[in-house]
């Protein structure tokens, strides 16, 4: 991506799974990086069903920060992909991606009507400024022109 502020660190926490693997923090420079840690995890995530939480929190090249939730699957349900997870979670909130889970145009605008009410219109236009100017692999393609 050009002209975008790239991610510096991604450090991620898995909070459920196995006591091993819990509650130490793994920084990576990258989220291809990112992915292979979430895989590697994935492999002791439930098989039937389920998840694991992890925390995470990207800094980029300039300070900002961005933390969140992951749900991790095991690798045969949901292959990991953490930038795909930001970009769809802050797609939504920006009111740019219809999710999947959503069937019709009609529900897709009474849950942006619905979010006007859940977050301030400052905050969304927050989450759009951060699809706008820091690097998460795909945001360029929700991103209005």
Not at 12 to 17: L, M, V
Not at 74 to 86: F, I, Q, T, W
Request: charge should be negative.
């Amino acid at each position: 991506m050009t002209n975008r502020i790239l991610v510096s660190t991604i450090t991620i926490t898995r909070a459920e799974g196995l006591v091993e693997e819990c509650d130490k923090p793994e920084t990576v420079h990258s989220w291809e990086a990112a992915d292979r840690l979430l895989l590697d995890w994935s492999v002791t995530a439930p098989k039937n069903g389920g998840y694991d939480k992890c925390d995470f929190e990207l800094v980029f090249a300039d300070g900002e920060t961005y933390s969140g939730r992951y749900d991790l699957m095991h690798h045969s349900k949901e292959v990991p992909h953490l930038a795909g997870h930001v970009r769809a979670h802050c797609g939504t909130v920006a009111g740019w991606l219809k999710p999947e889970w959503v069937e019709s145009d009609e529900e897709w605008e009474r849950i942006k009507a619905r979010q006007l009410s859940m977050f301030s219109a400052a905050r969304i236009e927050a989450v759009r400024n951060f699809l706008r100017h820091y690097e998460i692999p795909g945001a360029e393609d929700i991103v209005p022109k």
